[in-house]
């Protein structure tokens, strides 16, 4: 099973094997919001490296779910699980995106534990 790191080296590498537009050059062609975004491309790769139970269409239910799943569901004693609260990365392509909502409402109940795991009050 490769190393999660090698599989998401390999998914940012097919990315960037698409062929660019002269007319859009900052678009990659590999890349779609759709089908194929930086959520589904961290959810194949963990699939990939064996975690089937890691779902999510939308990123922040896909972060809770995978969080949850680490704390809670893997009983690999060489994973080892501590939560951070990272800010929003800022990147010239993109502008800031607001916090969307948890759409799977199981995932609050899941970002609630958490937090309580955590033992602070963040949102």
């Known amino acids: 099973m490769p190393a999660l790191a090698e599989i998401f080296h390999d998914e940012l590498e097919a990315v960037r094997r698409f062929p660019r537009n002269p007319e859009k050059a900052q678009h990659y062609a590999g890349f779609n919001v759709f089908t194929r975004s930086c959520a589904s491309i961290i ?12 779902r999510g269409v939308f ?4 972060f809770v779910r995978t969080a ?15 939560l951070l609260k990272l800010h929003q990365l800022s990147v010239i392509e993109a502008p800031q995106s607001a916090m969307p909502p948890l759409m799977n409402p199981l995932n609050r109940f899941r970002f609630l534990r958490l937090k309580e795991l955590r033992g602070d009050d963040q949102k």
């Open 59 to 62: 990123p922040r239910d896909l």
């Open 43 to 54: 959810r194949d790769g963990f699939r990939k490296a064996g975690f089937q139970k890691i």
């Open 68 to 82: 949850d799943f680490f704390m809670n569901e893997a009983n690999d004693p060489s994973i080892r699980v501590f």
